[in-house]
């Protein structure tokens, strides 16, 4: 079945930088798309980058863009991004998401994984 | 970007009711709209895709319609295991905007 494993996660300060992971498993991860989207606590979902499945075209969040960067390692069935000059505003988990069509940038989420908490705090 | 106003923002229904929430867009996304459910402390769930079609495995009294701008999600009669928040979200466009999201609750 397919899993999606996150982490990475934890307290960061202001400024900092962390990398996250997401370790897919149940699926041909090369053939698909991969997203990251973030919820804050108590608050709704964002949107934040995607990869297509060859790495080879990326759309970011303005939110993010220039400070976060999103890689994949097919070889591995990773999904990676990159954090730098975290703010607090960046608090959130952290999703990984699989598409549902193989060889796409959008569409919808069908498989999800559990969500890596990051805490930008001084 | 593209606005997606969902609405309520919250309800509170009785066990069997009829349940639907709103979403609109700020513009044209033709179906390109997902609706999804998240429960406390869980991911999210893709429920509907394409604005009407029902993702393998949900149960049938969850429903979708609608195109362009107007779209609706209903739960046809509700029950305790449907107590969670749901999203509207739009992939005509990046970035990739949700609703603020519905919270149901059992009255």
């Known amino acids: 079945q397919v899993q999606l494993v996150e982490s990475g996660g934890g307290v960061v300060q202001p400024g900092r930088s962390l990398r996250l992971s997401c370790v897919a498993s149940g699926f041909t991860f090369s053939n698909y798309g991969m997203h990251w989207v973030r919820q804050a606590p108590g608050k709704g979902l964002e949107w934040v980058v995607v990869?297509?499945?060859?790495?080879?075209?990326?759309y970011y969040a303005d939110s993010v863009k220039g400070r976060f960067t999103i890689s994949r390692d097919n070889s591995k069935n990773t999904l990676y991004l990159q954090m730098n000059s975290l703010r607090p505003e960046d608090t959130a988990v952290y999703y990984c998401?699989?598409?549902?069509?193989?060889?796409?940038?959008?569409?919808?989420?069908?498989?999800w994984g559990q969500g890596t908490l990051v805490t930008v705090s001084s | 970007d593209i606005q997606m106003t969902q609405s309520p923002s919250s309800l509170s229904a009785s066990v069997g009711d009829r349940v639907t929430i709103t979403c609109q867009a700020s513009?044209?996304?033709?179906?390109?709209l997902n609706w999804y459910q998240q429960k406390p402390g869980k991911a999210p769930n893709l429920l509907i895709y394409?604005?009407?079609n029902l993702e393998t495995g949900v149960p049938s009294r969850f429903s979708g319609s609608g195109s362009g701008t107007d779209f609706t999600f209903t739960i046809s009669s509700l029950q305790p295991e449907d107590i969670a928040t749901y999203y509207c979200?739009?992939?005509?466009?990046?970035?990739?905007?949700f609703g603020g999201g519905t919270k149901v609750e059992i009255k």
């Open positions: 990869i297509s499945y060859d790495g080879s075209n990326k």
């Open positions: 979200q739009q992939y005509d466009y990046f970035p990739l905007t």
């Open positions: 513009q044209d996304i033709s179906n390109y």
């Open positions: 998401a699989k598409l549902r069509s193989d060889y796409g940038l959008y569409g919808s989420f069908d498989f």
């Open positions: 394409d604005a009407s």
